[in-house]
Structures are given as structure tokens and as C-alpha cells.
């Protein structure tokens, strides 16, 4: 394998540990208190953290809490990273341009939104089973139960459920999120910098891309997270919180626009923005340590 796939996979997956905490009450604030389609959700499969320190507390009272849902992500998510950078590198080279000291920056957004595309391929899935965790409330929903129920259900479009949407954040945001990286490097950057103040600067670039990236593609990720999750509505007779995760309902799926069109209506226009603080805070720290970890690993694979 190339040495920046397994860059690429190892700074993932070490940003999924660091991240995942926050990435749960991110998914929680944007699911909502309403489902999309408009029924009341009760107490029992409640998805979501509203403002007060007593309902945070309710949500967050176990340490296994805040790792919940953490398994699809760590496993999808290196390999979507290795994938994101591998597909990156080579639209780099098929554009005539530079991976490690590109010259065009139009040419590096083309290329971030080309490998934002490619990698959908496995973020589609691996967010719909991570947000389907991180929303449920009981203990016994798991990564793996999810992943295997709605394969048995519906097959590998179950899994792509809510992947129109996801494709589109992930091409538009990756190319904002390697422009905003090389940008700054660039401007920051001097020959005459140290070891230490090469990876100071690192840290804060790769920190601001990732601010920028999901300032840039938030509202877009409100909606895939409720379309995908749409489904912890309220359970008819009969169905209880795990049948209703797992894909077991027969309840009418909303579209993508109809899900956007039911926030708005319901919530206003900051429903799209709930939750962008914690998430901008967990962008700066978790894509600071990435490109750390990705710059690091590249140095030393391809050492001679």
C-alpha cells in the first residue's frame, strides 16, 4: 500500500478517538427534539440533548456513553481518510500539479472535491450506522446490531440510505477542507522555520481547515443527519425504539428536501446551525492532531 493510504487511515482513526465525544453531542443537537416528520417523540427514545444542565446530564450520566457509537466510525473512517487522501494525491497528479508543494489552489479544491466524492463510498454507511447509535438511548443498540439488521432488512441501499446527500457534503466540504489547508500553509509557512515551529503551524492549519470545512457544509449535515435518522420517530403500536432503529418500520421515509422543508418550517432557520459551536471546537482540535499524525507519517514513509 501507498504511504498515504496508511497515513491516511492511521490519522482517521486516531482522529475518531480524540473526536468521538463531542461528535455525539453534535449528532444529538442536530437530530432534534421533533422527528422530521412531525410526530413527537416520547420520553422513552427522546434523541436528542436540549439546553438544560439536568437533560445533558440524563444523556450523558455513564462514561460508555460518550463512546457510543464509536465503533463504525473508527473502522470507516480510517479507511475513508486513506481513501480521501489516496484519491486526493492521484487528481493532484492527473491535474499536473504537485501532492506536496501544489502550485494551483483551484487545482487543490478540484482535487479535495474529488476525493470528498470517491470517499463517500464508505462515509455514507458509516454515518448512517454511527448516527443511528449515537441518537438511540438504549444500552443494547449497537454499531454491529444496526449494521446486520438493516443489511437483512434492506441490503446494501439500506446502508446507502441518506448517500445523495452525503456525497454532496463530502465533495463540497473536502474542497474547502485541503484549500483552506494548503492556503494557510502556505501563508504561514517560512524556509527559515524550525522543526517545532513547522509543526506548531501544521497544528493551527490543519485546525482552521477544519473549522472552515464544516462552517462551510453544516447546514447541509443537519439535514443528512435527520434524514438519515428519521426513523426515531415516534414507534406505532407494537414497535419499541430497537425495531424502529434497525429499519423494522413500516413507516414512509421523508426525501431529503421534504426533511429540510419540515425543520424549517418547525424549527426556523437555526436548526441548520444547532449544534456548530461544540462541533467548530472538535473541527479545530480533531483535524489539528490529523494533520499532524498524516504529516508525521508521510515523513517517515518515505524515508529511503
Known sequence: MSADFWAGYLSGATGILIGNPLDLVKTRLQAGNVAPNAEPVTAAITPTVTASPQSFRQHFDRAGTLVKGTTAPLLGYGALNALLFVAYNRTLLLLHDSPTHPA????????????????????APTELIKCRAQVSSSDSTT?????RDVWRREGIRGLYYGGGITSVRDAFGYGWYFWTY??????????????RQA??????CGGLA????????FPLDVVKTRVQT??????????GERE????????????TLDVARKAYHAEGPGVFFRGLG?????????????????EWMMRLLRQP
Open 230 to 239: 428519521q426513523l426515531l420517530d415516534t414507534p406505532s403500536h407494537g414497535e
Open 199 to 204: 509543526a506548531v503551524k501544521v497544528l493551527l
Open 104 to 123: 494551483s489552489l483551484a487545482k487543490v479544491w478540484c482535487a479535495g472535491a474529488a476525493g470528498g466524492f470517491a470517499s463517500f463510498v464508505v462515509s
Open 244 to 255: 424502529v432503529l434497525l429499519g423494522r418500520s413500516h413507516r414512509k421515509r421523508l426525501s
Open 182 to 195: 494548503e492556503w494557510t500553509k502556505q501563508a504561514m509557512s517560512e524556509p527559515t522555520d524550525t522543526d
Open 278 to 294: 461544540i462541533c467548530s471546537i472538535r473541527a479545530f482540535v480533531v483535524n489539528a492532531v490529523q494533520w499532524a499524525v498524516y
Open 210 to 217: 477544519g473549522v472552515v470545512t464544516w462552517a462551510s457544509i
Open 143 to 147: 454499531s454491529y446490531g444496526i449494521a
